[in-house]
């Protein structure tokens, strides 16, 4: 059950629980409100131009309505299994009908990423999929992470929210670092969520030219993007390593 509630401008959605699936700020409908799904916006740090982003799990449509209102020159793609979140995105949060650049599918995130017609496709892979409950990915595994790589282009790049019990995060970090070159991570916010960030092609990291680019980025979007600068940092130092959690039976890595 969807249950939308709203305070002091704050409109959020719920999956039946208390868990906040997404949120928006009725005054600005279009700006991204919590700062796990800012970060999911950290690509940009590394590439200023995507011809195609596709969300995985449409939440409140923070991202699909960010992108589709602010990078022009893209096209947004989402994809969303349970057609009341579509439904209520648009008549409560603000999401435009589809048209030549925005197509909101109603249809299964795993059955989108393994359509072979989709391999090489996508430039940019925003993947933020949970079920009722919050608790975990409802999609994740070695295959998933490796039909998301599939689907992206030479130089594409995946951020992932991983809102889980700790410290199952490192269990998700290795399955993706199986199907991509790069792997890096930013610190804890909102009382679990980790957003990661998984790369195609290793990139070649300049962490000077990135504060460059996260200047720009604040000054043009408004997104904190030098507070991803100070995580992807502290990452490069180590500072941030999770714990991963052992197979069942089996030993600690």
């Known amino acids: 059950m969807l249950t939308i509630l709203e305070n002091d401008g704050l409109r959020t959605l719920h999956f039946g629980t208390p868990a906040v699936q997404g949120a928006m700020r009725v005054a600005r409908p279009d700006d991204i409100e919590l700062e796990y799904v800012q970060q999911m916006m950290m690509w940009l740090l590394f590439r200023d131009h995507a011809e195609h982003i596709v969300q995985l799990g449409l939440g409140a449509a923070a991202l699909t309505k960010f992108c589709y209102q602010r990078l022009l ?10 057609p009341d979140v579509i439904s209520t995105c648009r008549q409560q949060f603000a999401l435009p009908p589809n048209d030549d650049r925005l197509n909101v599918l109603n249809m299964d995130a795993l059955d989108y990423v393994n359509d072979f017609s989709r391999r090489r496709t996508i430039d940019i892979l925003q993947v933020d999929l949970y079920d009722a409950r919050a608790h975990a990915p409802a999609v994740s595994s070695e295959a998933f992470y490796a039909a998301c790589a599939n689907t992206l282009s030479r130089d594409g790049i995946m951020t992932v929210n991983l809102y889980c019990d700790w410290p199952d995060h490192g269990r998700h970090i290795r399955m993706m670092e199986t199907a991509f070159e790069a792997v890096a991570w930013l610190p804890e916010v909102h009382d679990g969520n980790i957003v990661a960030i998984a790369f195609k092609r290793s990139p070649s990291v300049d962490f000077e030219a990135l504060r460059e680019r996260a200047t720009h980025l604040h000054q043009t ?15 490069m130092l180590g500072e941030l390593d999770i714990p991963v959690m052992p197979e069942a039976g089996g030993l600690p890595s």
């Open 221 to 235: 979007l408004g997104l904190p993007a030098h507070t991803w600068v100070d995580g992807l940092f502290a990452w």
């Open 73 to 82: 020159a893209s096209h947004v793609t989402a994809v969303e299994l349970n």
